[in-house]
Structures are given as C-alpha cells and as structure tokens.
C-alpha cells in the first residue's frame, strides 16, 4: 500500500513568524497534534506538541515571546507519495518521527502519522482475520 492511498490530506500550517501562543490556538481549533511550517509556502520546519510543551517548560515569560522559528524541528524528514508502508515504518523507526508529511515535487501534499500507519494495519489485520468489514 502506497502512502499516497492512506496519508492525511488535511494539512495544517502556519508562517516561522507565528507566535508559538497562536500556532497552539489553531491545533487546539484543528484538533491536529502537528504543525507544518512554512515560510513564504516552502516547507521549513514543523512543531508537534512535543516541542511547545518543551517551550512552556523554560519559562512561562519566555514562551510567550516566542514564535514557531525559535522552536521547529528542521530539517523535516519527509517522504514521497509512492513510498510503501514499508518504508514509512522504517523511516519512523529510525529517526523516532511520528509524523512525516508527504511531499510532491515541491509541495506538500499530505501527512502521515503514526495512528495512519496503526489504521491501516488494523484494517489489514481484520481482513486477514476475515471479519466482515461495514460499507461506508
């Protein structure tokens, strides 16, 4: 299975120069637990809740001056939309991401994240085990 046929195609992002305080307002809104960073539309970073819960721990002061640039992971590990499960569960495993967003040519177009990678394998598990699976 191809990342392209289970990625998330919702895709949240905010500009380096949004207030750290802000950027978690919209994941709250989106109930979304990452973040794509952009600058003028390139992908530049991302934040996961991992890193603005390290952010309020410094201090309470200083969390409230910074913006999504000061606490970003980048480079962003990404990967293709033809790429396989497979590969998706080795490039997690190896650089211990849980969420890596998709990219064509230059845009993003989709995100994966673990719980994708957990539904898709469950899926597959009760068609193995041969439950019967609800129509849509």
């Given at each position: 299975?191809?990342?392209?046929?289970?990625?998330?195609?919702?895709?949240?992002?905010?500009?380096?120069?949004?207030?750290?305080?802000?950027?978690?307002r919209l994941m709250a809104v989106e109930d979304v637990g990452s973040l794509l960073v952009t600058k003028a539309d390139v992908l530049a970073g991302m934040v996961t809740l991992r890193?603005?819960?390290?952010?309020?721990?410094l201090s309470e002061e200083l969390y409230h001056t910074l913006c999504l640039e000061d606490i970003m992971t980048t480079?962003?590990?990404?990967?293709?939309?033809?790429?396989?499960?497979?590969?998706?569960?080795?490039?997690?495993?190896?650089?211990?991401?849980?969420?890596?967003?998709?990219i064509e040519g230059n845009d993003i177009i989709g995100l994966v994240a673990t719980t994708d990678i957990i539904r898709v394998l469950a899926t597959v598990k009760l068609i193995a085990d041969g439950a019967p699976m609800l129509e849509d």
């Open positions: 299975m191809k990342v392209r046929d289970f990625m998330t195609s919702l895709i949240i992002t905010a500009e380096v120069d949004t207030p750290v305080t802000d950027a978690v890193e603005v819960i390290g952010a309020q721990l480079p962003v590990v990404t990967i293709g939309p033809e790429a396989d499960i497979g590969q998706v569960i080795t490039l997690m495993n190896q650089t211990g991401k849980r969420h890596i967003p998709v």
